[in-house]
């Protein structure tokens, strides 16, 4: 089978080679964020118990460019089905979960702090005036330390379904250990940003299942949005500067 091209966008490509997929980066990319990314996913992946591609190889093309290669986990994103069959979203979203919900059942103590990762960003976001700065930092610094597998990035987009409905996680390239709510914010964000129903009934069923008070959540919301605002997205701007002002929730 010849290399096929599944995904590209400004700093990698991703190609399929038979039951591989190979994740190309752009000339230039820095090797030490190659590097970190596979060894998070190979951390993660010893934890056991998460169905995650396994990382076969990292390496160097003849252009020297780097490339880390995976298991080609066969199926559709959750994203696809979602899209495809807009009646069963609900049940997706219930799937959706109680898939996040296992995740966050494991730990994985070699993993960056979530806290100590939100504090780099909020400090490195030069639009943030100095009161802003210092009362996201002081509100983050309140939070409870815990020490839970967040995966930073969980959304429809990264979970593939397979024929027997079998789901695997991609991208694990933000993963930490920290506050399960601080993650459900992040998901919670991501979802906003396409569809704000579908983001509601993500918040409603993450706290019916396990009893979390719905503020509780939100007040991640203005850390994590602030966390957003350094990946400079234009079409983001309007809703995260508009949840960096609320200050608490009732």
């Known amino acids: 089978m010849a290399r096929e091209l599944i995904s590209q966008n400004a700093t990698k490509s991703v190609y399929r080679d038979g039951n591989k997929a190979i994740k190309v980066f752009c000339k230039g990319f820095p090797k030490a964020e190659v590097l970190n990314e596979a060894l998070i996913s190979a951390r993660v992946e010893a934890v056991g118990g998460i169905n995650i591609p396994s990382i076969l190889e990292v390496s160097v093309d003849e252009d020297g460019c780097w490339a880390i290669t995976k298991d080609f986990i066969d ?10 069959n807009p009646d069963k979203v609900d049940e997706y979203l219930n799937q959706m ?3 996040q919900l296992m995740i966050h059942s494991k730990t994985c103590p070699l993993l960056n702090k979530l806290k100590d990762k939100m504090a780099r960003q909020i400090s490195e976001i030069e639009e943030l005036n100095p009161v802003n700065r210092y009362d996201l930092m002081t509100r983050l610094d309140s939070t409870p330390k815990h020490v ?10 990264n979970i ?6 079998t789901m695997y996680v991609l991208d694990w390239v933000h993963a930490t250990q920290g506050n399960a709510s601080a993650d459900v914010a992040r998901t919670y964000l991501l979802l906003c940003l396409d569809d704000e129903n579908k983001a509601e009934k993500y918040m409603d069923l993450f706290c019916q299942k396990t009893g979390t008070d719905k503020r509780y959540v ?6 994590v949005a602030a966390a957003q605002l350094t990946k400079k997205r234009p079409e983001e ?7 960096l002002d609320v200050c608490d929730y009732q």
């Open 75 to 84: 199926g559709k994103t959750l994203q696809e089905l979602m899209d495809e």
């Open 97 to 99: 979960v109680d898939l």
């Open 148 to 157: 839970k597998l967040c995966h930073g990035d969980f959304q429809p987009s």
């Open 160 to 165: 593939i379904v397979k024929d027997d409905g």
């Open 218 to 223: 939100q007040q991640w919301l203005p850390l």
């Open 237 to 243: 701007q309007e809703l995260l500067h508009r949840w």
